[in-house]
């Protein structure tokens, strides 16, 4: 890997990553996304080489991506003149899987050390721009052109924030532009609380610090905010059917218990 050091929940990058990479080594992929496999190689070139290196029980975060791309190429179909917002980008290559039109600007954002990365694994386009800021740093809004429909994807980002945070972010978006639709997922408060026990998050040194369990009651923070519907994680269709056969005996176990099956809910709001 180059010499771009990552910190706290940034690491998070790197599993959901190696989730898409091995992803596209299936037959029939949910995402097939060569770019991700491409970077977590130069990322962690060993990704697959170790214990549980090429276990495909991280899927139910690939066909989380797959709901937000699904949702973002209706929006964009409907407003080609429409600015995107992928906040918490990572290293997700999702402005290559849409490939939105010309008349779409695009913008992804993630602290400075991701978006470094990003410029040596990523190759640039047109009307795509790169910020790189902290998500809570509410200033780069000031970048982003206004008086357009918006589109905001925040995936795998909202439960990191305080609550006090992400309601100050869904509201500025709404304040800021005349029509758009927000896209993120969340975590119930029993994922939120137990995820200090999670060994993946003490890996990482990051823990959950928000938890809904109604996240449609989130468009009360807004009085323009309307909730829209919710896309299936931990129980997709989609997972069960293209997840390797232990796979899905796994999350079949795994969802008879009442906290795991919407311990992680991806919503859909309009304003």
Known sequence: MEDTELAGVQKTLSPVL???ALDNRLPDPILGDEYAEQAMRRLDPDYDKRRFGTSQMGLAAVVRAKAHDDW???FLADHPDAVMLHLGCGLDARVYRIDPPATVDWYDLDYPAVIELRKQFL??????TLIDSS???LTWLERIPRGRPALMIAEGLVPYL??????RL?????????TGQIQFDTVSVWAQRTSKWDPLARKYNAQFHCGFNDPAA??????????VDEAPMNDSPMLMAKAPANVRRMY????????FKRSTRIVRFRF
């Open 18 to 20: 190696k989730a898409k």
């Open 72 to 74: 973002a190429r209706c």
């Open 123 to 128: 190759p640039p386009r047109e009307h795509y």
């Open 135 to 137: 998500v809570t740093d």
């Open 162 to 167: 305080t609550e006090a945070d992400a309601r």
């Open 170 to 178: 869904l509201t500025s978006v709404v304040d800021a532009f005349p």
């Open 218 to 227: 989130l468009a009360d923070w807004h009085p323009r905010l309307e909730y």
């Open 252 to 259: 079949r176990l795994m969802n008879l218990f009442p906290g």
